[in-house]
């Protein structure tokens, strides 16, 4: 049975998906958006009892999840507190799809991370985190392939799935995004994630 902070973490990310649902900007751009996170809660639901992650993994996939309904809710070039921080800083753009690209490194991670420990796939922890690095740009090169796909495949209905306001460069800085987000991931929280590792695995 899963434990009452499961149970918290299950119930917000249900409210904020069933919320980003609810009249949004873009059906097809929020289908888009939240279908990471759709197919991330199939497979966490059928490895929960198998191989339950630690606490730390499963908040920041809530956390995730929360940033990738947002902008599918109002797409990532029309996020509201975003365009005030565009108007009142005098930005080019809105520039919430950076947030994105950000967690899309730092949140991701911690979750290599964690399955190279646990599955013992790399020993040396400076080969394992350069590799954790190298997997999360790669997803992010993945990513981004993804949306050049949808936005060919869908001409003009992919344009708010793009999110490219026109930044020409907007490509190779979200993968830039990704990797530093991945970098500061594991200097602020392998720590902390060694400790909820080593309880886990006393279990």
């Known amino acids: 049975m899963p434990g ?24 097809f751009t ?25 606490d730390l993994a499963y908040t920041l996939i809530v956390i995730h999840t929360a940033i990738l309904a947002v902008g599918g809710h109002y797409t ?16 080019a753009r809105n520039n919430y799809d950076k947030v994105g690209h950000f967690a899309q490194g730092f949140i991701p991670a ?7 420990i646990r599955k013992q796939v790399v020993p040396s922890p ?7 690095v190298c997997v999360c740009l790669a997803f992010s090169a993945m990513y981004e392939f993804f949306e050049w796909g949808v936005a060919v495949g869908t001409g003009e209905a992919g ?11 907007d490509t190779q800085s979200d993968m830039l995004y990704a990797t530093v987000g991945a970098i500061v991931s ?7 994630h060694d400790r909820q590792l ?5 279990k």
């Open 30 to 54: 929020w289908f888009l958006e939240v279908l990471p996170a759709l197919i991330g809660f199939v497979v966490l639901a059928f490895t929960y009892k198998r191989f339950p992650l630690t």
């Open 159 to 169: 344009d708010a799935f793009l999110g490219t306001q026109g930044y020409v460069w």
């Open 4 to 27: 009452r902070y499961h149970i918290l973490l299950l119930t917000l990310f249900t409210i904020v998906l069933l919320w980003s649902g609810i009249g949004p900007k873009d059906q």
């Open 126 to 132: 400076r080969w394992r985190n350069f590799l954790i």
């Open 76 to 91: 990532y070039a029309e996020v509201p507190l975003f365009d005030w921080v565009r108007d009142t800083f005098g930005q």
């Open 186 to 192: 594991l200097v602020l929280l392998s720590k902390f």
């Open 110 to 116: 911690m979750i290599v991370r964690e399955l190279f």
């Open 198 to 202: 080593e309880k886990k695995l006393v």
